[in-house]
């Protein structure tokens, strides 16, 4: 069985296990406690880790807060936000985002406006980017926090993060991305776009374990915190933001993907996109105009591509196939209705229902994609 969902989430990079594994055994100290050698040890870890994830992302160190994964880095910092700038801005009531978010966000800001927040849920275009000029328009209105995806999960295609984050900048208004599908898979450095002041991510969708997300805050200034009330309240931990016991295994593992992710992204692009070629041509000669794509060709993940087989009922080929190669139907998380993202996008219902995603991963080889030239 090949695996071609890597955007529901990925296997384990073996350096990953290798460096978890001590510290789910003999190095079970808590980094909070002190003077003695396990607390010690596990300190100096969480300390590397972080150090790891923030050459990754091109941040400093202590703009780091580890979280249990994005949907909680997401509800964080929306929520967060909300409350703590609420009390003091006169903008407080005002938020954007867009039609074609994760859950975790679309339900974060649906929780708010429950609660008499205005939010602005952006139209999309048929490849569910949001249009610059249309938020542009939107910033004399003050928004407290605007949220926009960087990469599609259901359909991968990217926004212009660096260019929204320009203008935002320049307002100083507070703007949030959720970067957890282009991790490892986009280049950026944080330090070049000043305009992201808060960003998700998760550690299973770049070789991670479960469990484990950072939610990036980034400093005012050299020495002012952005404030955020948290999701957590308790001991303390990660700045005051996130408290709770560190889960020191699931942060050395992400430190570790963070590395390896890293050390090996424009080697692992130029994978994604050969293969994602070779898939695409692959499915082309076999099935013709069966075939209708979703994704855009351009400006997109590598190597995460949505399409429909004409005719074909998504699930019933997902389900038949399934003995071969593991595929979706769309994001694993909203996988019993409709996906939001493609009808947001203008897919018909009908097209939905034919629709499957395909994520490959850097891994695998052009002969693992041959199952696709016996479909008929
Ligand atoms: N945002 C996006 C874009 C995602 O694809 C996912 C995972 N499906 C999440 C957030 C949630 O991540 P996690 O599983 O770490 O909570």
């Avoid at 490959?360 to 002969?367: G, R």
Wanted: aromatic residues 6%; contains cysteine.
């Amino acid at each position: 069985m090949i695996y071609l969902d890597n955007s529901a989430t990925t296997k384990l990079h073996p350096e990953v296990l290798e460096t978890m594994l001590p510290y789910l055994k003999e190095e079970y100290g808590n980094p909070s406690s002190k003077f003695y050698l396990l607390a010690e040890n596990a300190k100096k870890a969480v300390k590397s880790a972080r150090e790891q994830v923030a050459l990754l992302l091109g941040c400093e160190d202590d703009e780091i807060i580890f979280t249990s994964g994005a949907t909680e880095s997401n509800n964080m910092i929306i929520k967060g936000v909300h409350d703590y700038y609420g009390k003091i801005s006169k903008n407080s009531n005002y938020m954007i985002t867009s039609q074609a978010e994760h859950p975790s966000v679309l339900e974060s800001f649906r929780y708010l406006e429950e609660r008499g927040t205005n939010v602005n849920y952006l139209k999309v275009d048929s490849f569910a980017r949001v249009n610059v000029n249309e938020l542009t328009e939107e910033l004399h209105r003050q928004p407290l926090l605007t949220s926009i995806i960087w990469g599609n999960n259901e359909i991968g295609s990217l926004n212009p993060i660096s260019e929204l984050a320009q203008e935002f900048e320049e307002n100083n208004l507070f703007f949030h991305t959720d970067a957890t599908q282009i991790i490892g898979k986009v280049p950026f450095n944080l330090k070049d776009i000043p305009g992201i002041r808060f960003l998700s991510m998760s550690g299973h969708k770049i070789g991670g374990p479960k469990g484990i997300g950072v939610a990036v805050i980034r400093k005012q200034s050299k020495e002012i915190y952005t404030k955020l009330t948290p999701l957590l309240h308790g001991g303390g931990q990660e700045n005051n933001y996130r408290s709770g016991t560190l889960a020191v295994h699931n942060i050395v593992g992400l430190g570790k993907a963070a590395e390896v992710a890293h050390k090996h992204i424009n080697e692992n692009i130029t994978k994604l996109e050969e293969l994602e070629k070779y898939l695409i041509g692959l499915l082309h000669e076999n099935l013709g105009d069966k075939l209708k794509f979703n994704s855009d060709t351009k400006n997109k993940i590598p190597g995460l591509i949505s399409l429909q087989f004409v005719g074909v009922n998504s699930e019933l080929l997902i389900k038949k196939l399934s003995p071969y190669v593991a595929l979706s139907s769309g994001s694993a998380c909203s996988s019993s209705k409709p996906s939001h993202v493609l009808t947001a996008s203008g897919i018909s219902l009908e097209e939905v229902r034919q629709s499957v995603r395909i994520t490959l991963n850097p891994q695998i080889n052009k002969a693992d994609l041959e199952i696709f030239r016996n479909i008929k």
